[in-house]
């Protein structure tokens, strides 16, 4: 089992995309990786109760649902993917205010996520000390506004960069351990 522990934070302003960013990057390690998935559970993010299991057949029913709120803003998620092998990831898009994602991290923390992925303005807050008493590496990336007439394809750039640049040596690594 891979023993190295990551943290990708996503940060930036408000309203440049965090959200949309960190949805995007689950649906593609789900689709790049579903042959790998076993189970993904989701969790309320304001309870932490769990409000959903997939298993391995039903992971296509979440590349499909966008959870959409007030203003035809996405909602944030919290998802904890099981891959075959053992290893977990955490995926959280909320991290605003500072208390929601300390507590957010201490929850993935708690579930052995080997790779949690998650959202923030300016800087870790005080969690990064939290994560680094874990073992956790910290990696940052932040997210711009673009034009409006950019938006979609600079996004899309956006999120192929992360997958290429992070996530898939960090799951590939995970997966063959």
């Not at 932040?142 to 992070?166: A, P, S, T, W």
């Amino acid at each position: 089992m891979l023993r190295d522990k990551f943290v990708l934070t996503i940060y930036g302003d408000d309203n440049v995309g965090k959200t949309t960013t960190i949805i995007e990057l689950f649906k593609s390690i789900i689709s790049a990786f579903i042959d790998n998935i076993e189970i993904v559970e989701s969790y309320s993010y304001y309870t932490g109760r769990q409000d959903g299991v997939y298993k391995q057949d039903e992971l296509l029913k979440l590349l499909k649902s966008t959870r959409i709120g007030e203003g035809g803003k996405p909602l944030d998620i919290l998802y904890i993917i099981y891959l075959s092998n053992g290893g977990i990831i955490g995926i959280r898009s909320m991290g605003d205010p500072s208390k929601n994602l300390k507590g957010g991290l201490e929850f993935l923390i708690e579930k052995k996520c080997n790779i949690i992925i998650c959202a923030h303005r300016e800087h870790l807050m005080g969690s990064g000390t939290v994560l680094s008493q874990n073992g956790y590496s910290i990696y940052k990336e932040e997210k711009i506004k673009f034009d409006e007439h950019e938006k979609e394809e600079k996004n899309k750039q956006f999120i192929e960069d992360i997958l290429k640049k992070y996530l898939d040596g960090w799951i590939n690594k995970l997966i063959e351990n």
